[in-house]
């Protein structure tokens, strides 16, 4: 199957994505999402679709990041993750090769107090690998940088996650 997302609009409208046939094309459901969105990840078993779907809150400048987890066969939405609040510059999600376990991946730009050199950009990542099933947090990491890391990636096996490291890059 493929899947085919249609934003919506930062205007509260939501968004759709559209889950086809991956040889005929046709249409076998589509999903109306909560807000537009912003990714989409099909597991490997092709059972489940993610996907990051970002909604405005009261703050012009924040915004919430949920992530729903649908069934491809029947179009539910099986599990709605916790929103993470912020001003989200990258984000990703990616399943692991046994789609038990999915990451999740959010930066959003920061200034420090203390910024001398006010041309670079600075990122605040978290890193996060969830159960699939049940939502809960396995794994949790916070980094800082000057470069927001936009994606990472499983080992075939689901033992290793590799990521750019963003000191050296």
């Known amino acids: 199957a493929v899947a085919l997302a249609y934003r919506g609009s930062t205007d509260e409208r939501p968004g759709r994505i559209s889950v086809r046939d991956g040889v005929t094309g046709s249409e076998l459901c ?3 999402t909560p807000g537009w969105v912003d990714k989409v990840a099909m597991a490997p078993d092709g059972q489940r679709l993610a996907a990051i779907c970002v909604e405005p809150t009261q703050q012009s400048t924040t915004r919430m990041a949920a992530v729903g987890i649908w069934d491809t066969s029947t179009g539910q939405l099986i ?3 916790p929103s993470l609040p912020g001003n989200f510059s990258a984000t990703h999600i990616g399943w692991s090769p046994d ?3 999915l990451l999740r991946q959010t930066a959003e730009e920061y200034e420090e107090d203390d910024e001398v050199d006010l041309g670079r950009r600075r990122f605040r990542e978290l890193v996060q690998i969830l159960d699939a099933s049940s939502g809960e947090e396995l794994w949790r990491q916070e980094l800082l940088g000057l470069k927001a890391v936009p994606q990472w990636s499983w080992s075939p096996d689901g033992k290793l996650l590799a990521g750019i ?5």
């Open 30 to 32: 589509h999903l109306v």
């Open 99 to 101: 789609s038990a376990r």
């Open 79 to 81: 599990r709605s993750l």
């Open 165 to 169: 490291d963003k000191e050296t890059n």
